[in-house]
């Protein structure tokens, strides 16, 4: 069974950072493309980043030089480091893995999701 658990959200101020953590279990890791999409108040699903099996990344515009995903084979886990946040980063932040972008079909697994809240 895929599972992804999501932790390391909370309340931060504007200008500070926080980082996320994936833990993954269920699937072949280490050779899957991961991705975090968040979904701030009021608003609809915004993709923000992706690795790939081979620790390429690629990011939105609105977080690109800000967040930084990253991953630990070794540990079945994903990162993702958020720098320089501003109210606008506030949202539910979702783990996601799609196994079409691995090479293969079937559904997508979504982690519960961890609320970030960047205020003063």
């Known amino acids: 069974e895929v599972q992804l658990v999501e932790s390391g959200g909370g309340l931060v101020q504007p200008g500070g950072s926080l980082r996320l953590s994936c833990a993954a279990s269920?699937?072949?890791?280490?050779?899957?493309?991961m991705s975090w999409v968040r979904q701030a108040p009021g608003k609809g699903l915004e993709w923000t980043s992706r690795?790939?099996?081979?620790?390429?990344?690629k990011y939105a515009d609105s977080v690109k030089g800000r967040f930084t995903i990253s991953r630990d084979n070794a540990k079945n886990t994903v990162y993702l480091e958020m720098n320089s946040l501003k109210p606008e980063d506030t949202a539910v932040y979702y783990c996601l893995y799609r196994p079409a972008e691995s090479g293969f079909g079937g559904m997508d697994y979504w982690g519960k999701g961890a609320l970030v809240t960047v205020s003063s």
């Open positions: 690795i790939n099996g081979g620790d390429g990344t």
């Open positions: 269920g699937f072949t890791f280490s050779s899957s493309a």
